[in-house]
C-alpha cells in the first residue's frame, strides 16, 4: 500500500520561502515520476512541478521560484518556495504524475500573507 505524507506548510510573509516534504512508503517510488500539486479555495487542483529521472517540469505561474528534488534514497520529493505571493497560497499535494486517485494524502496548508 502506497501512502504519500506531506509537510513543511506553514504561514510566511510575501517574499519569503519555504521547503516542503514528501515521504513516499510503497515501492512506486523509485520509478514513479512524482509532483507537487496544489489547490486554492474554490479552484482544481493543478500540477506545479514535476521530476522524472534527470528532468523536471514546472508551471509557468512558478517557474524560476520553485525548484523540484528527490532523494530516491529516502524516498522523498522536496519542494523548494522562493519569493512566494500570495497567489501560492493552497494546499499542497504530493502525487504521481498523473496524479492516482488512492495516493492523495492530507497535504501540507501554505499561507502567503502579511
Known amino acids: 500500500q502506497v501512502q504519500l505524507v506531506e509537510s513543511g506548510g506553514g504561514l510566511v510573509q510575501p517574499g519569503g520561502s519555504l521547503t516542503l516534504s514528501c515521504a513516499a512508503s510503497g515501492s512506486i517510488f523509485r520509478l514513479a515520476t512524482m509532483g507537487w500539486y496544489r489547490q486554492a479555495p474554490g479552484k482544481q487542483r493543478e500540477l506545479v512541478a514535476g521530476?522524472?529521472?534527470?528532468?523536471?517540469y514546472f508551471a509557468d505561474s512558478v517557474k524560476g521560484r520553485f525548484t523540484i528534488s528527490r532523494d530516491n534514497a529516502k524516498n522523498t520529493v522536496y519542494l523548494q518556495m522562493n519569493s512566494l505571493k500570495p497567489e501560492d497560497t493552497a494546499v499542497y499535494y504530493c502525487?504521481?504524475?498523473?496524479?492516482?486517485?488512492?495516493?492523495w494524502g492530507q497535504g501540507t496548508q501554505v499561507t502567503v500573507s502579511s
Open positions: 502525487n504521481t504524475v498523473p496524479g492516482r486517485e488512492s495516493y
Open positions: 521530476i522524472t529521472g534527470g528532468s523536471t
